[in-house]
Structures are given as C-alpha cells and as structure tokens.
C-alpha cells in the first residue's frame, strides 16, 4: 500500500519528530509513504480567517500536489478536514476544481483514522508506557467525527494506561488565529484545559492535532505542570 | 444602538476574564445546563430525526414566510386581537408608545422579551413616563442593577446569589439573604403588586401559529400567564420569523425547545393565547395587540444567511460555547451573545458596529452539535469572516500578512524560504508579538521535517 503523507506547517517547522514518527509508523506497518516534496500549506489559516481567496491559491497548490489516487495522510484532524469540508465549499462554482477537490476529499484520511480503518492498528501488537489522557480536538472529533480511533489506539498500547480526561471535547482555545487575535480568552482556555489534564494525574497529554498541543503546552507551562505534550504518532512509534 | 459596545470585544473579553465571580458563575450555569441538557436529550428516541424534522418545519416557514405572516395576521384579527407591523425599531416603540399613552397607561408588567432588548422598549417608555417592570425574575434583578441580559434565556446568568442578595438589599431594603428560595420570595411579593397595579401587560412570543392566529409563550415562572392575563391591556411583541404553520407544528419544539434551552422535559407554562378575551370569558385581555416587527429580517430572508432566522432562541449555542462561557454575554457588546449572537449582531447591526465580534469564535463546533434547527453557525461564522475582509473591516496588516501567504503558499522553495527565515528571526518575531502571542509558540526547529525528509 502507498500513501502519501501531508505533514502540515505545524509539523514542518516545529514539531518535525511528529512527521518522523508517522513515517516510522508507516514504515512497521509495511506502507509505503511518499512525502510530495513540493507542499506547502492546505490553507486552513487563510480560509478560517475569511481570505477565501487567499485560501484558493493554497488548496489549488494543494491539489496539483496530491494528485492521483493514492490516500493522502496527514498527523492534523484540523488540516485533514480543511482538505475534506473546505475545499469542496472553496470551489463550489468551478466545476473543474470542484471535481478534484471532491477526489481529494474522499481520499484524505487523519492518521489515527487510517491506521484504525485501513490497517487495523488497534489489533496488533502495540506497546508504549506512562499513565496518559487524550484531549478530543475539535475538529478531529466533530468535523472528521473521529471520536473512537485515537482511544483504540491508545488502548492498544500495551503498557499505557490511559485515564479519562474530563470535558476532554472541551477547546483548549487554540483556534488558529484566533490565539493571536484574542490571546486572552486563549489563556485562559488553555489553563483550563491544562487544569483538566492536571487533575487526571496523567505524566502526558495525547492529542491529534500539533495548533492544540502546542496551546495545551503553553497552558501546561503557566501551570507550572510537569506533564508531557506528545502527539499520539510519538507515542506509538516509541513503542515500535 | 449607541450603547453597543461590539467593536470593544476584546478589551471587554479581557475585563471580564479579570472578574473571579463572573467566571465562576457562568462556568457553574453553562456546565449545569450543558448537563442537563445532555440528560433531557439523551431521553429522546431520536434526536436527530427530530432536529430534522424541526429544522425543516421552520425552513418551509421561511421559504414562505410573507404568505404566513399574512395569514397569522388574519386569523389572529379574526380572534379579536390587533395585529400592528413594524418596520423598524423606532415604528415599534411608536406604535408601542402610542397604544399606552392613547390609554393612559402608567404602569406595565413585562413578561421577556429579547426582541423589546433589541428594540431598547424599556428605555424609551421610561423616557416617556411609563413604568415598566419587569416580571421574569431574572430580567427582574438586572433591570434592578440597571444592565442587560447577558443570556437570551437566563438574563443575569453572570450573577450569583451572594450578588443578588446584596442587591435586594440595597434596592428593596429587604435584609440580606443569600437563600435564593428567600430572594425568589422577596421578588415574588414586590411583583405580585405590580401585577395587580399595571394597566397594561407586555410579552414577547416564542411562536406565532399561522393557521389560528395564536401566540406560544414557553415560560417557568407563571409571570408570562400573569402579564398576558391580569391586566386589561396585553401587548406582544415577536420578530416576523417567528411563524409556525400550525399548531399541529407545535409538539416538535415543544420536545426541542426546553429540553435545549434549560434541559426540561417541558417547562412549567406553556401558554397558547388565541385572541382577546371573549364574551363569557373570564380570563385574558380584553384588548390584545400583537406588534411583528420585521427590523432587519426580511433582509436576512433576502440573503446567504437566511438559515439564521430558523433560530428559535433556546441558547444551546451559547451553554456549549467555550468563548461564551469564559466571557459571559455583556462582552459581546449587543442584545444577542454567544455563536448565534455573533450572526445576528452582525447581520441587525452590520460589520461597521460589530466586526471584531466575528473573531469571537475558535469554530470548535460545539453550537454546531447542540443546534436544534441545525443552523451552520461555524459555516455562518466563516462566511461573515469573509465579508469582512471584501467589505475591508478586517485589520490591514492580516490582509498583508495574508498577501504575503498567496505569494508563497504555491512556491515550494519560497515557503521553505520563509519557514528558514521564521526560524532564524524568531528571536526578533518573538519580541514584537509579544508574550501573549508568538510567546506562547514554541522556537521553530533548525531542521524542518521536509529538509529532514529529502
């Protein structure tokens, strides 16, 4: 099997062990995984911000990108279904582009989704260790409706125990822009959430999503709290 | 609208995150109605069937909706009652005005009404000598601290008992208690005479029913019966939108409404006021007024967000907000707080007195959920982003920021270019964002992924 991996900005210039991971995971699990060197962004940033056009000029980039046929797999619930929903509201009045959008669209899948669905991950042989939470992302649990996968995978691990996380659906405030345009509210957001993950008396926070965690750090370090930040590809390919 | 302060969200935001007690009273009332909602809903056999078939009901009204305003108009004069239309807010306060002073009413008992917020009603007949109280408690105790709702269904969500309590002492010299079956007591006295002195009752309507000209008012306290039956004179006052067919409609939001607003099954009174009161009756007004104001709606019929109007003002949206829920509604700025707030506040007022408001939103898509008539708010909230920027309300350098993305997002080299400049100026990015912004972003890695990877 071939995939085409779509690492997003976040994990290209500041998580890149996140992409490092996926390709290990890739790598155990017999997929062959191509990174298109020419990609950029999705355009999500631009979209979200009201810059339709802006976000045009991206997702076309995109498409001419991640052509063909092959699954395009990306570590972000929130750039998967920017590929899934949004481009296909992006160029509702071109026929053309409409036409490939909806071919991207249909064949963009989150990782933790694929290796749920398409590898059947969660049934083999996992192991990691800690005692950790996951934090449902918005967009992964309720734009891609991913809600089971990751906590499939997690399960799996043996050796991890995973613990509740209240409100654990909850935004952390994030948001994209919306943690520069309105840092205070993201604050204290974030707080919050990190007040959430403290109780838990987890030693790591799982996520889906690098613009989440790396809000939930944030949180975590004003804090002053010790638990560790990792996206759930760090935490699975440790175990490999 | 020279008291909305939308333009000032995030400095109000800021204020109100600084309030301890605030806080800690709306993250008390959204859990609590969050929850209960999540257990009223979890009683129904099939949710979704339902908002389905609520959301299409009120399409169909909306598709149609001058042809049911015509015919609620009919069927409700042949009812006995005066059906007046208002274009605007100042025609509503003057048609309003003029009906209370043509009788020479001096006191009024109001029962809630968001659409008299929007309007300023309250103000106006103040202004004009008229006494008006408010009967609903909790709009009750904010017209008593002089502000405004901050929450379409529970008016002063943002205050607590202890505040309350403080409150009635002061204003009605009462001994302070912090007992809220002793506040309600104490409120329930002072309003039981208003209710006997007004000349004249008000209401606002959650439905208006077509087919016999009825009004629909969901209330829990008993007030919304005791305005629109006590005093000799009952005036209603709804927006256009808020049509239902027929009252064979009715059942569906009947399951929808309470269990989304405040998570109850149904709430205490549901009143269905057909007409003035007839000969050998003996209850209800004998003269009933019923005021539809359009204020900007047949506009927002006209257009892309004409879903809005399917809104039947239940506050799911808001309970589930983590926006709403951390700044409470008075930083929206409007009558109207929370994700449905920020639509309509910007479709009533327009982006010049409201743009910053479509920033008050991480598009998590909680509303989304809870929604009972499926309205896209996230969809909305992205749509009204983009008229802000074509209408040039949003800040020049994000458009230039957003210029400078275009030019490199379909450039490889460029944006790698770019991301190897970040890194290497990060130092200098840091400083002048500040420690609330680029402060919270971790150091962009030396290396990144795609030079690792090829």
């Not at chain 2, 005066?82 to 605007?88: K, L, T």
């Not at chain 2, 408010?134 to 904010?142: K, V």
């Amino acid at each position: 099997m071939r995939v085409q991996l779509f690492g997003t900005c976040l994990v290209d210039s500041l998580y890149p062990e996140v992409g490092e991971a996926a390709l290990r995971i890739f790598k155990k699990f017999d997929v062959e995984a191509v990174f298109p060197k020419e990609q950029t962004c999705c355009g999500q940033p631009a979209y979200n911000a009201g810059y339709h056009k802006e976000a045009r000029s991206a997702a076309e980039h995109f498409l001419s990108v991640f052509s063909g046929k092959d699954p395009i797999v990306t570590p972000s619930g929130s750039c998967a279904a920017m590929v899934k929903h949004g481009y296909p509201e992006l160029f509702r009045d071109d026929p053309k582009l409409l036409k490939i959008a909806k071919s991207a669209s249909g064949r963009v899948f989150e990782l933790s989704q694929f290796l749920v669905h398409k590898l059947r991950a969660h049934k083999k042989k996992l192991s990691g260790t800690g005692k950790v939470t996951y934090h449902s992302s918005c967009h992964l649990t309720r734009m891609l409706g991913v809600r089971e996968e990751p906590l499939l995978l997690l399960n799996a691990l043996q050796g991890v125990e995973v613990v509740p996380l209240p409100d654990a659906a909850r935004c952390c405030g994030f948001g994209g822009m919306f943690m520069a345009k309105l840092p205070e509210i993201s604050i204290a957001l974030a707080t919050e959430k990190a007040d959430a993950i403290i109780s838990t008396g987890a030693d790591t926070v799982i996520g889906g999503d690098c613009g989440c965690l790396m809000n939930i750090a944030d949180g975590l370090k004003r804090r002053g709290s010790a638990v560790k930040v990792r996206h759930i590809a760090e935490l699975i390919a440790e175990g490999l | 609208m020279s008291t909305q302060t939308s333009l000032k969200f995030r400095a109000n935001a800021a204020k109100a995150l600084q309030d301890d007690a605030l806080r800690a009273a709306m993250r008390n009332a959204a859990d609590t109605f969050g929850a209960r909602r999540t257990s009223a809903i979890s009683t129904l056999p099939d949710f979704e069937a339902l908002r389905e078939k609520a959301s299409s009901v009120r399409m169909e009204v909306l598709n149609n909706l001058p042809r049911y305003v015509e015919r609620f108009t009919a069927n409700a004069t042949k009812a006995g009652a005066v059906v007046h239309r208002a274009f605007d807010a100042a025609a509503a306060r003057e048609i309003i005005t003029g009906i209370l002073k043509d009788r020479g009413v001096r006191t009024v008992a109001k029962g809630k009404s968001m659409v008299s917020e929007e309007i300023q009603l309250n103000e106006h007949l103040e202004q004009k000598g008229i006494e008006i109280v408010e009967t609903d408690l909790g709009e009750y105790i904010i017209q008593l601290e002089h502000e405004t709702p901050s929450h379409i269904i529970v008016p002063a969500i943002h205050k607590n008992r202890q505040q309350i309590g403080r409150l009635f002492a002061d204003r009605l010299g009462v001994e302070y208690s912090e007992d809220p079956q002793v506040l309600t007591k104490i409120a329930r006295k002072v309003l039981r005479d208003k209710f006997l002195q007004a000349d004249a009752g008000m209401s606002g309507a959650n439905f208006a029913i077509a087919e016999s000209g009825s009004l629909v008012i969901f209330t829990n306290e008993g007030n919304g019966r005791m305005v629109t039956t006590m005093p000799p004179i009952h005036i209603a006052i709804l927006s256009i939108e808020k049509m239902l067919p027929s009252l064979r409609n009715l059942p569906t939001f009947i399951r929808l409404l309470p269990r989304s607003a405040t998570g109850q099954a149904i709430t205490s009174y549901v009143s269905i006021i057909t007409g003035s009161r007839k000969p050998g009756e003996t209850t209800g007004a004998k003269e009933l007024h019923i005021v539809l104001l359009d204020n900007g709606r047949s506009e927002i019929l006209a257009g892309e967000f004409k879903e809005m109007l399917k809104c039947i003002r239940c506050g799911a949206c808001m309970n589930v907000c983590p926006v709403y829920r951390a700044v409470g509604g008075h930083s929206y700025g409007w009558t109207y707080p929370g994700p449905m707030g920020i639509i309509l506040t910007t479709l009533l007022t327009g982006l010049e007195n409201s743009h910053p408001l479509v920033d008050a939103s991480t598009l998590c898509g909680a509303c989304n959920e809870v929604c009972p008539v499926k309205i896209p708010l996230v969809e909305f909230i992205i749509k009204q982003r983009a008229h802000r920027v074509t209408e040039g309300f949003s800040p020049a350098r994000i458009s230039f920021g957003m210029r400078l993305f275009k030019a490199v997002v379909k450039s490889p080299a460029l944006f790698s270019l770019a991301e190897r400049l970040a890194s290497m100026f990060w130092p200098v990015m840091s400083a002048m964002s500040g420690k609330d912004v680029a402060g919270r972003l971790p150091k962009p890695s030396a290396l990144s992924f795609r030079r690792r990877t090829t």
